[in-house]
């Protein structure tokens, strides 16, 4: 099949595209320019264009039996007033491109698949979240709630479409290890806050595999969690990484410096969700890495 994906050229999108391409898939991923870094490999084409601005790009969606949309500005930053902004426009206007790329007519059979955040979900303490539950009621909530209202608009195209909401990704190149794991190794990890707080996560890998069984399972559509069957509170997380490291991992990051050095975006680390992936589950799909002492082996393994 041929996928046309945007992000592709980011820590998840990277990973996925080649694991598409190894399962035989074409991928065309959209990117504003290309630097001579980018990945090159038979069945991957690039394609220029920016993904929030409307352009020729657009005519080539059609000639795809699948979309992938990853693209959006990270949310790992201080939220000024500006910058939510650009968290919004970067995922709306985006969202809004690609379902306007669809052919009124041509889009019959197509895979529709957007991302969003379990962040949907709002603050609930230690309440078990399933794919019916509710969007909360603080910005990245109502951002995701928003976003996935744009991506749904594709099914009055005649598209399928599967809203992927991600945990926290794990994996070898990058993401939240990328940035955690130099602190512990200098023998600076610890809690964030009280350490109570739940975190989602999901080794890329299963995030990848997720994605190619929702693909090849034509009754699949709506919301899939895309995180682990056993999230952990955050002291748990810790001490699994410190001791899979072999370094120490009490050492607290205070809720109120947290506040003070990134504002409303500390509210997500120090609060998280408790979020399971029961759609997948009752879907069939088994994980290969469900507990975060398996995930953490494989990602830090040479």
Partial sequence: MKIFMTGGTGFVGTYLTRHLIAEGHEVTVLTPELNGTEMQTAGLSYLIGHPAHKGPWQEAVAGHGAIVNLAGASIFS????????????????????????????????????????????????????????????????????????????????????????????????????????????????????????????????????????????????????????HPVRNRELGMALGAALRRPSFLPAPGFMIRLILGEFGDVLLKGQRVVPRALLDAGFAFRYPRIEEALHEVLSP
């Fill in 78 to 229: 201080r939220w000024t007033p500006e910058y939510k902004q650009v968290l919004r426009s970067s995922r709306m206007e985006t969202t809004r491109n690609l379902v306007d790329a669809l052919s009124a007519k041509g889009a019959e059979g197509v895979s529709f698949f957007s991302t969003s955040a379990v962040g949907y979900y709002g603050f609930h303490g230690d309440e078990e979240l399933g794919e019916s539950a509710p969007a909360g009621s603080d910005f990245l909530a109502l951002l995701a709630r928003d976003w996935e209202a744009e991506a749904r608009r594709a099914a009055e195209k005649g598209a399928r479409v599967i809203i992927t909401r991600f945990g926290i990704v794990l994996g070898k190149s990058g993401g939240a290890l990328g940035q955690m794991i130099p602190l512990y190794r200098k023998f600076l990890g610890g809690p964030l806050g009280s350490g109570r707080q739940w975190f989602s996560w999901v080794h890329i890998h299963d995030l990848a595999r997720a994605f190619s069984f929702l693909l090849n399972r034509r009754d699949a559509s709506g919301p899939f969690n895309l995180c682990a069957p």
